[in-house]
């Protein structure tokens, strides 16, 4: 299984209009066949310690059968449409994909 985690870092981190329109076109990826689970999240208020990183606007965490269901995603027409409609609201994007063991 593959995990495919990314942060989003807003254009104008103090937009709620534009926090809502990116969680809002996250929400459509849903619909991509090879997504075994997805959630969306922003930062939590916990504890500020060195190794926490809350800079992030939001986040998306999903889970895939394997690389070539990450690699069908990237070429999705959903996904593209995602990127077409919402990467004017960020400035930033950092992407960590990691296998399960």
Request: hydrophobic share 40%; proline share 4%.
């Amino acid at each position: 299984m593959l995990i495919h985690q990314v942060f989003f870092w807003l254009r104008d981190p103090q937009s709620e209009n534009d926090r809502v329109k990116l969680i809002a076109g996250l929400k459509t990826l849903k619909q991509v066949k090879t997504i075994k689970q997805m959630h969306i999240g922003i930062p939590a208020p916990t504890e500020q310690r060195g190794v926490v990183d809350n800079s992030y606007s939001v986040s998306e965490l999903m889970f895939f059968e394997d690389l070539e269901g990450q690699a069908a995603y990237q070429e999705d027409p959903i996904h593209q449409q995602f990127v077409k409609d919402c990467s004017s609201l960020w400035t930033k994007v950092v992407v960590y994909d990691s296998m399960i063991v």
